[in-house]
């Protein structure tokens, strides 16, 4: 893995801003949903079922999940119907997520969920790798471009694959292929 030239720079967001650990409040339907392997992982780890809400599968949740995964419609439709609900992480009347502290997430790097691992970072339905542009986000503001986010957070371009695969498989998707045939693929052996 490659060296972060700041590893707290997460923390140091928390401290300026809302972090990617913040939403406005009215929005938590908008919040990523967490799998069922994932939340395990995370009561493993905690020792608790605390930290959770069930959120009703809204149309403005699918929409958005649609615009993540825009190849994955007729998918993601089985997956969240309109009458089910599905967990994420819970948060405060401030919108903070419960697990974040003053020194930014509380839970181990290897226990978050996958969103939360890759966030700012995504991969477009052709394969190719890009960042979320959050006005608050310390990565993307002192960040030049996307090799740069990585360099900061101490990630490598195949270590973001294989946690986009791990995401969308741990949802039932396929991780390397979206329904159009469009190819993820979970490690760029070309660089």
């Avoid at 394969?127 to 101490?154: H, K, N, W």
Wanted: aromatic share 10%.
């Amino acid at each position: 893995m490659a060296r972060s030239r700041d590893a707290h720079i997460c923390a140091r967001c928390a401290a300026h801003s809302g972090t990617c650990c913040r939403m406005q409040p009215g929005n938590e339907e908008l919040c990523f949903p967490l799998s069922r392997s994932e939340w395990q992982r995370i009561v493993e780890h905690c020792n608790d079922k605390g930290g959770f809400a069930s959120q009703p599968n809204t149309k403005p949740f699918l929409q958005c999940m649609k615009r993540l995964f825009p190849a994955d419609e007729k998918r993601l439709e089985a997956i969240f119907p309109p009458h089910g609900e599905h967990l994420r992480l819970a948060s405060d009347n401030e919108g903070r997520c419960l697990f974040l502290s003053a020194a930014g997430c509380t839970l181990p790097r290897e226990t978050r969920p996958w969103y939360c691992r890759l966030f700012p970072f995504w991969f477009m339905p052709n394969g190719m790798l890009t960042m979320f542009t959050p006005d608050e986000c310390l990565v993307y503001l002192e960040s030049r471009s996307v090799r740069d986010a990585m360099q900061e957070l101490g990630v490598t371009e195949n270590e973001l694959r294989l946690m986009f695969g791990r995401l969308r498989l741990a949802w039932g998707l396929d991780p390397e292929h979206d329904e159009d045939g469009n190819r993820y693929p979970l490690c760029d052996h070309t660089r």
